[in-house]
């Protein structure tokens, strides 16, 4: 399974919200105290981390109203199968890529195909922030 980097600027410490590099925004709920000790401040160097098993990719949510904070919308590059799992590769609107794991089972009753519009949505709860 693997985690994907996002590269991006800190951009409202208090809002907890950091900018991809090419604007669109990642919301992840940190703690004052790792606000601190990372010594992130307006403008910094971060990147987001997120595991591929907290991506949920959703079809056809333009609209919809969701808890989920981040919501970046793709295409999907590619769709590895394994015994149980798939890997659903995104490859992001905004920058760079994603990688998905979810139920084989979550790919069919998607009808998940290469070139795709899709959504990875991940709750705001499962960004890291690392710099």
Same mark, same amino acid.
């Given at each position: 399974m693997r985690?994907?980097? $996002?590269?991006? *600027?800190?951009s409202? &410490?208090?809002?907890?919200?950091?900018?991809l590099i090419r604007g669109e925004a990642i919301v992840a709920?940190?703690?004052?105290?790792?606000?601190?000790?990372?010594?992130?401040?307006?403008?910094?160097?971060?990147?987001?981390?997120i595991k591929a098993s907290e991506v949920i990719v959703g079809k056809d949510v333009d609209g919809a109203? $969701?808890?989920? *904070?981040?919501?970046? &919308?793709?295409?999907?590059?590619?769709?590895l199968?394994?015994?149980?799992n798939s890997e659903v590769e995104i490859q992001l609107s905004v920058s760079g890529s994603m990688v998905a794991s979810i139920t084989k089972q979550s790919v069919k009753a998607l009808g998940l195909q290469k070139g795709d519009q899709?959504?990875?949505?991940i709750k705001a709860s499962n960004v890291m922030i690392g710099v």
């Open positions: 985690s994907v980097y $996002l590269e991006c *600027r800190f409202n &410490p208090q809002a907890r919200r950091a900018h709920i940190i703690t004052n105290s790792s606000v601190e000790t990372l010594g992130l401040t307006e403008g910094s160097p971060a990147c987001a981390i109203k $969701l808890s989920a *904070r981040n919501v970046l &919308p793709g295409v999907v590059e590619k769709v199968d394994g015994a149980v899709v959504s990875a949505i």
